[in-house]
């Protein structure tokens, strides 16, 4: 059963940058089409970026479009979500998921069986 493990969020000021990780046990990652989603307080929960099975090209939501960089590396497991010029409105609760049952992520949550627990990402102003 893969499990999904965040880190890496924290405070940060607007401007700055941080790079969350996503680290996958019990299957390999490189297995699963991946995406990142985000979750601030009373909102839905939005996709941030995703990619497909075994890696390639990486979709981004306009809002993060040229500031966010997802990567993988697959000798850790692990997928990276770099966030750069952080704003105020990028607070949220930052979560990967996977997919096994589709070969290209999507911005649709229900595409994805295994979520992980959440890293907070808090940007002041």
Do not use: E, H, P
């Given at each position: 059963q893969l499990q999904l493990v965040e880190s890496g969020g924290g405070l940060v000021?607007?401007?700055?940058?941080?790079?969350?990780?996503?680290?996958?046990?019990?299957?390999?990652?490189?297995?699963?089409?991946?995406?990142?989603?985000?979750q601030a307080p009373g909102e839905r929960r939005e996709g941030v970026s995703y990619s497909r099975r075994g890696g390639g090209p990486t979709a981004y939501a306009n809002?993060?479009?040229?500031?966010?960089?997802?990567?993988?590396?697959?000798?850790?497991?692990?997928?990276?979500?770099q966030m750069n010029n952080l704003e105020p409105e990028d607070t949220a609760t930052y979560y990967c998921a996977a997919s096994a049952s589709y070969d290209v992520g999507s911005f649709h949550a229900v595409v994805y069986e295994h979520w992980?627990?959440?890293t907070q990402v808090t940007v002041s102003s």
């Open positions: 000021q607007s401007g700055g940058s941080l790079t969350l990780s996503c680290v996958a046990s019990g299957s390999r990652l490189d297995s699963y089409a991946i995406g990142w989603f985000r809002s993060v479009l040229g500031r966010f960089t997802m990567s993988s590396d697959n000798a850790k497991n692990t997928v990276y979500l992980g627990q959440g």
